[in-house]
């Protein structure tokens, strides 16, 4: 486990918010021994059925790269599932027809929400290990979606094959030494053709973050590990646990994931310095 004063660091160079005695929406990790008082504080009928498309706190936007303002944010988790949307159609693929959804680290659903109009033909779930975000969603995007606190161990409380689809963004780019056990876990829970789409760090985004995106807060991050980054590597992880940023050399990526799935597209520059994955299930 990395130094306290080391993962403080990264959370403020991205953007992260330190965590307070009783926010009034708390992001903990779930079963935490000494963690903090917590409170989820009521939300009447009339603040669930108020805003056509409620939005978290803006303290507890993942990115400042969501955007400053409500509409940017919900604008944002659009985006993000029409490029996803977009990828999946040029592989011949459509949501429509791939039955239950599961997004694996779904937050407090800024991409998921947008796909509430399927709900009603099919499971559409959300999992995340931040409970506090997961409380959020039940309280304003249930019942017709559904949520899970999970953990960080490579288990889902669903059954061999529940899904047709699917997707984690932003979640492989921080999943350190357990990542071939999560990919696992995601094949067991999806059915024969189901597909998988990932978003993952690769070796070329440090050029890309050392060019283009120098000014980021991953950037910054990344010169202070320039000895690492610069040698030739399979994996590369900056801290660890989920606070980590990962780095996978393709060829290696490709290796460990192949016996499982069958690589359909790799997309650069999805998310900025992420690139997606989409995989099919063997």
Request: no cysteine.
């Given at each position: 486990?990395?130094?306290?004063?080391?993962?403080?660091?990264?959370?403020?160079?991205?953007?992260?918010?330190?965590?307070?005695t009783e926010p009034a929406h708390p992001l903990f990790f779930p079963y935490?021994?000494?963690?903090?008082?917590?409170?989820l504080r009521k939300v009447s009928g009339q603040d669930r059925d108020?805003?056509?498309?409620?939005?978290?706190?803006?303290?507890?936007?993942?990115?400042?790269?969501?955007?400053?303002?409500?509409?940017?944010?919900?604008?944002s988790g659009q985006r993000d599932l029409q490029d996803m949307q977009d990828i999946l159609a040029r592989a011949g693929v459509s949501l429509e027809d791939l039955g239950n959804i599961l997004e694996f680290g779904c937050g407090d659903g800024r991409m998921l929400r947008w796909l509430e109009?399927?709900?009603?033909?099919?499971?559409?779930?959300?999992?995340?290990?931040?409970?506090g975000r997961i409380f959020w969603c039940k309280q304003h995007l249930s019942p017709a979606l559904r949520f899970l606190t999970t953990t960080m161990v490579p288990h889902l409380p669903f059954e061999d094959r529940h899904f047709g689809f699917v997707f984690a963004g932003s979640v492989f780019t921080h999943i350190d030494d357990l990542a071939d056990a999560w990919i696992a876990e995601l094949r067991r829970i999806l059915r024969p053709g189901g597909k998988l789409f990932m978003t993952v760090h690769l070796k070329c985004d440090i050029e890309l973050l050392s060019g283009r995106y120098r000014d980021s807060g991953l950037a910054r991050i990344l010169s202070s590990h320039h000895e690492f980054a610069s040698t030739d590597f399979d994996v590369f992880s900056i801290g660890r646990s989920a606070g980590?940023?990962?780095?996978?050399?393709?060829?290696?990526?490709?290796?460990?994931?192949?016996?499982?799935?069958?690589?359909?597209s790799v997309t650069p520059e999805i998310r900025l310095y992420q690139?997606?994955?989409?995989?099919?299930?063997?």
């Open positions: 486990m990395w130094p306290r004063r080391l993962s403080r660091k990264i959370g403020e160079l991205m953007g992260a918010t330190s965590r307070t935490n021994p000494g963690a903090e008082s917590f409170i108020g805003p056509a498309h409620p939005v978290p706190p803006r303290d507890q936007w993942i990115s400042e790269k969501y955007g400053n303002t409500p509409e940017e944010y919900l604008a109009h399927l709900a009603g033909t099919r499971e559409v779930w959300g999992v995340d290990i931040h409970a980590s940023f990962v780095f996978y050399d393709l060829e290696f990526l490709r290796r460990a994931v192949e016996p499982l799935f069958r690589i359909l690139n997606a994955l989409l995989l099919e299930r063997n």
